[in-house]
């Protein structure tokens, strides 16, 4: 059965940054595709980030481009989110999802979720 669990949320200052990291298991990580969403409260959950199963491409949201950066380990079965320059608005449950391809809607699995809490 395919897992992932999300670390790295927490509370930060406005101008700070977290770093989330999802690790997988239950399947041929290096295969997929993996990607980063949130849901801010009242909101639908939006496609922050994703990377290819090389890592050699990587997508992200026009309002997070230039500020956050994904990564993945391919040998550690891990994906990583690095968040530089937060806002208040970046404030939202953070997800990691795997799936067969970057685009959303391809993805199969997902995390339970870590809580990034951004104060002005």
């Known amino acids: 059965q395919v897992q992932l669990v999300e670390s790295g949320g927490g509370l930060v200052q406005a101008g700070g940054s977290l770093r989330l990291s999802c690790a997988a298991s239950g399947r041929t990580f290096s295969a997929y595709a993996m990607g980063w969403f949130r849901q801010a409260p009242g909101k639908e959950r939006e496609f922050v980030a994703a990377?290819?199963?090389?890592?050699?491409?990587?997508y992200y949201a026009g309002s997070v481009k230039g500020r956050f950066t994904i990564s993945r380990d391919n040998a550690n079965h891990t994906v990583h989110l690095q968040m530089n320059s937060l806002k208040p608005e970046d404030t939202a449950v953070y997800y990691c999802?795997?799936?067969?391809?970057?685009?959303?809607?391809?993805?199969?699995?997902w995390g339970q979720g870590t809580q990034v809490t951004v104060s002005s």
């Open positions: 990377i290819d199963w090389s890592g050699s491409s990587t």
């Open positions: 999802a795997t799936g067969r391809t970057v685009r959303p809607g391809t993805y199969d699995y």
